[in-house]
């Protein structure tokens, strides 16, 4: 099995957003999707609540009932663990020790970039990050490339070494993806054709 782990400290950043799209790209590329949304809020779970029947499915696990130690069904292809803000103490650290890859939503604010310092300095201290057994990428959220924000964002990122896999643009089509339990791959192309090619990176990552 495979294990995503999609954590900032930050609210707000994207995580559930980049959780319920991998997941939902996973299960359309016909692979067994467990979600484990860590988030007692569970606005993951809300969306696949929302999910129609008919779309590829998508298991899941109760944070409240499975916290630390989860019953992952043994056939899952993938795990993607959606994560609450703030997330820290013994969570972290379970989520991290079962994460093979890590992302780490970062809008570019001057207000995200510092609440995101000391968890990247968390993450380049663990272990399995040290000795390469798991791996970081960043995703700047809602941001324009050609911006200085961008730029800003990856002055800011440099001092960490870590691959920014991609910009995700500022978007509705999210939004409105999220109301019917859907990623945007589940949406027709013409409504996604600039987003497509913005994941195409992250499947890359994700896959490799
Ligand atoms: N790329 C994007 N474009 C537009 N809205 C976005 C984008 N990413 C996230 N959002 C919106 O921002 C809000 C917070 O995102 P969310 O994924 O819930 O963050 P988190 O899980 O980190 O708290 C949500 O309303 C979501 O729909
Ligand atoms: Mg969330």
């Known amino acids: 099995m495979r294990t995503i782990l999609v954590a ?81 103490g013994k969570n972290l650290a379970h989520a991290l020790k079962l994460a093979q890859k890590i992302i780490v939503p970062v809008q570019p604010s001057v207000f995200d970039m510092s609440a995101t310092r000391d968890f990247l300095d968390r993450l380049m201290e663990e272990k399995t990050v040290r000795k390469h057994r798991s791996f970081i990428g960043i995703i700047g959220m809602r941001v324009d490339p050609r911006t200085r924000a961008a730029a800003t964002l990856e002055q800011f990122l440099k001092q960490y070494d870590l691959p920014v896999l991609t910009y995700l643009r500022d978007t509705m089509v999210y939004v409105n993806a999220a109301f019917n339990g859907k990623g945007i791959f589940d949406l027709p192309p013409y409504q996604t054709e600039r987003d497509l090619p913005q994941w195409q990176p992250i499947i890359e990552w994700v896959k490799a």
């Open 8 to 88: 900032n400290p930050k609210g707000g950043c994207g995580k559930t957003t980049l959780a319920t799209n991998l997941a939902a790209y996973l299960a359309d590329q016909n692979q067994r999707v467990v979600m484990w949304d860590m988030d007692r809020q569970k606005s993951s779970l809300e969306w696949l609540a929302l999910r129609p029947a008919e779309f590829p499915s998508i298991a899941s696990l109760d944070a409240e009932r499975d916290e630390i130690h989860p019953d992952i069904p043994e056939n899952s292809d993938w795990l993607v663990m959606d994560s609450p803000a703030g997330m820290h």
